[in-house]
């Protein structure tokens, strides 16, 4: 009986709660238009939405659909043209014709000079020219800041590789390479990590891949380095033996072995004086990252371990801090692939895939919502919208950038993001109801007014 009269106090709160919306909403429109009743029912709507998150149970979960659908009925309803008001008060008086109160004097002989207008009236500007100049402003990185990084991340390769050829000489690793999305044209701003890596020279012929759909972890974005020729070639033989963990090349133990040598045994501090910077370690992060400081520029250098030519498309293997029962198994990176696949496309057509997705790396890193979608969601965005018949061109690059966000919204919806190489990963399958909630609702919001995400 309590939890019947409960549930009767809600609805009858949100009836009333409803009825002053549509009020509010009712004489928004009359005195702002269309438009600002629109901005002020978002406002209102989320009002509503943290009265219903603090009074409701967790277990009900129709509010977040709720929300989101009547988002969606004011999205529609800001697009609708706004009615003119009454010609009376809309169309001015003409300065030439006199007022009936007052008397016509006669007109005067010599000419009159028109005054000029002391300040030109701002320029309206269109959402895309709006979008450009974002780009422009937010997300081109300086050459000089460019050439800089590559310039120190290469003196900091070289240092590193000669340290690990002293210090581990038993250990064949390849030539450490930088890499990533400042070398490919797609780094937006500074805010990304420039991509070391550091080769595992593997023993052809003592070693196999095993899916990691056959492993008992059942982990779909991985392999497993699998030792082989045991019989012929037992244990010992191959430097790589000392990590083995039940007869598979383990990454969680190369990952504390490198991650102690970075830690407590490179003389960074002489390194960076040596380079004219300051390089240390970022000991609160399970990645390999160290931090590099100039003084003009600061930036992260995330060292990765890689087993190469891990299939026939030469997908990277990395040594990735992963938890439970795939902790010794190799992350699939589909990077090299995707970046390929998003050259080849845009060669086709000269289109602005790669711009777009520098536009919603930009606009996402700057969001305190939709910073949780990283690079790896939004370059599946763009990769499934990327083969649709549609234009790519730059004056395009405005409606292409709506509709992917309108993508986001309905994967969000679904909660579902197919990986586009691999669509048993669903890249939204590790966000939490309350992320998904959260960035949904930024997304609508932004839909609304899209230049508020710049």
């Not at 009858?12 to 928004?28: I, K, M, R, Y």
């Not at 974002?134 to 991340?153: C, M, Y």
């Not at 197919?418 to 609702?441: A, K, M, Q, T, W």
Request: hydrophobic share 40%; aromatic share 6%; with cysteine.
């Amino acid at each position: 009986m309590a939890e019947f009269s409960q549930k009767q106090r809600k609805q009858h709160g949100s009836e009333g709660l409803g009825s002053v919306v549509d009020f509010l909403l009712a004489n928004a429109r009359l005195v702002l238009g269309v438009g600002g009743a629109a901005v002020l029912g978002i406002a209102t709507l989320a009002v509503k939405r943290l009265i219903d998150r603090a009074t409701s149970p967790r277990d009900e979960d129709d509010t977040k659909g709720d929300s989101w659908k009547e988002l969606s009925l004011l999205r529609a309803t800001s697009h609708q043209k706004p009615q003119p008001p009454p010609a009376a008060l809309s169309q001015p008086v003409a300065p030439g014709s006199p007022s009936p109160a007052a008397p016509v004097e006669p007109t005067p002989t010599h000419p009159q000079t028109t005054p000029k207008l002391s300040s030109v009236a701002p320029l309206c500007l269109t959402f895309q020219e709006k979008l450009l100049a974002f780009e422009r402003n937010h997300v081109i990185s300086p050459e000089a800041h460019v050439t800089l990084v590559k310039q120190l991340a290469g003196d900091i390769a070289l240092e590193l590789q000669a340290y690990l050829r002293s210090k581990f000489p038993e250990l064949p690793f390849g030539a450490l390479v930088p890499g990533g999305p400042l070398y490919d044209g797609l780094q937006a701003g500074t805010a990304e990590h420039v991509r070391l890596l550091a080769p595992l020279e593997l023993e052809p012929g003592l070693w196999s891949l095993v899916p990691g759909m056959d492993t008992v972890a059942r982990e779909p974005r991985c392999w497993a380095v699998r030792r082989t020729q045991l019989e012929f070639h037992p244990r010992g033989c191959s430097p790589w033996d000392r990590f083995l963990v039940g007869g598979y090349l383990s990454s969680r133990v190369l990952l504390e072995l490198l991650r102690k040598a970075l830690s407590a045994s490179v003389n960074w501090p002489a390194i960076g004086s040596l380079l004219g910077c300051l390089i240390w370690p970022n000991v609160a992060s399970e990645e390999l990252l160290l931090n590099v400081q100039h003084e003009c520029l600061e930036f992260t250098l995330a060292v990765l371990m890689v087993v190469p030519g891990a299939s026939t498309d030469d997908r990277l293997l990395l040594a990735w801090p992963l938890e439970g029962l795939a902790s010794n198994l190799w992350l699939q990176d589909l990077y090299p692939v995707e970046t390929a696949h998003l050259r080849a496309l845009d060669d086709q057509d000269a289109g602005t895939r790669r711009r777009l997705l520098l536009l919603l790396c930009g606009v996402c890193r700057g969001h305190p919502a939709l910073v949780r979608l990283g690079r790896s969601h939004l370059t599946q965005v763009v990769l499934h919208l990327g083969e649709e018949e549609v234009a790519w061109t730059e004056e395009a690059l405005g409606e292409r950038f709506l509709q992917a966000l309108e993508f986001l919204v309905g994967s969000l919806e679904q909660a579902s993001l197919p990986c586009h190489f691999n669509p048993s990963v669903n890249l939204l399958g590790s966000f939490r109801e309350e992320e998904i909630d959260d960035i949904g609702y930024a997304l609508y919001s932004g839909l609304q007014v899209p230049e508020s995400l710049f």
